[in-house]
Every structure is written in C-alpha cells, then in structure tokens.
C-alpha cells in the first residue's frame, strides 16, 4: 500500500490503525508489518475489547482478532464502532467457524481475512475497507 500524494504535493497522513490481538508475539508480528508499509501506522494495541474501548486514540481502522481469550468479540464490534466512529473494521482471526465469520460481519465488520491468507491479502483488505469497499473471501459465505 502507497501513501498517495496530495494535489499540492504533500503526502496524505498516515492511514492510524487499532490493533486488538490477544497473543503479544502475533501483535507484534502485525504491527511490525503494519508500520513498514508507507501511509499506515498502529496507533493502539489493545489485549481485549474492554482495552480497545478506552483508547484516547480515534483510529479509522481497528484490526481485530476474534479469539480474545473467551470474549465474543464479534458481538462486541458495534461496542468499538460506537466507540470510534470514523473506524471501519476489519477481523484478521484464525478462528475458522463460519458462524462467527457471519456473526462478525452482522455486527459491522467490513472485511474479513484468515491468519493462514498471504500479507498481501490482509494489507489489500485494509486498503479496500478504507476506501470503502467491503473485502470478504470468495469463497465466503463457507458452506456449513
């Protein structure tokens, strides 16, 4: 992903990005490769929901996993949506149940990208809900 050039020849800030990841080396995995591509930058990582909740910072895309330690973080998202409403969201999980996936998209969840899914694919899914677009796997919905 490029920082685009604004017209007068400046660059655009920094696309800021809420980290909610339960497992710190995963975290710190993700927020290494998120903050070496040009236009974006991790301005809060968050263990749980209830931490992502009070964050000062006002990102314009949180990064959430759905396996925090037991919570149902899907049925959280509107709960982070509410709470920064210029975000939009997107899952990165390794939880493979299809029923999630659904539920977490119901709740506001504009992407969805497995942990197993190449790098190229999680920074074109951040990419493409920011500009709005909704990035979900073709395969998807999974058959039960």
Do not use: F, N, Y
Not at 45 to 59: F, G, K, N, S, V
Not at 84 to 109: I, K, M
């Amino acid at each position: 992903m490029h920082t685009p050039s604004a017209p007068s020849g400046h660059t655009t800030p920094s696309l800021r990005v809420l980290l909610v990841e339960g497992h710190a080396i995963v975290r710190a995995g993700v927020r290494m490769l998120l903050e070496s591509e040009p236009g974006l930058t991790v301005v809060g990582e968050a263990t749980t929901i209830a931490e992502a909740l009070t964050t000062r910072e006002q990102p314009e895309l949180i990064l959430l996993d759905l396996a925090l330690g037991g919570e149902h973080a899907a049925a959280r998202i509107p709960a982070l949506l509410d709470a920064a409403p210029a975000a939009r969201l997107v899952v990165l999980t390794g939880v493979r149940d299809p029923e999630a996936h659904r539920q977490a998209v119901r709740h506001g969840a504009l992407g969805l990208v497995l942990k197993e899914q190449a790098v190229d694919t999680l920074l074109q899914a951040l990419a493409g809900v920011h500009r709005g677009e909704v990035w979900l796997d073709p395969a998807w919905p999974p058959r039960c």
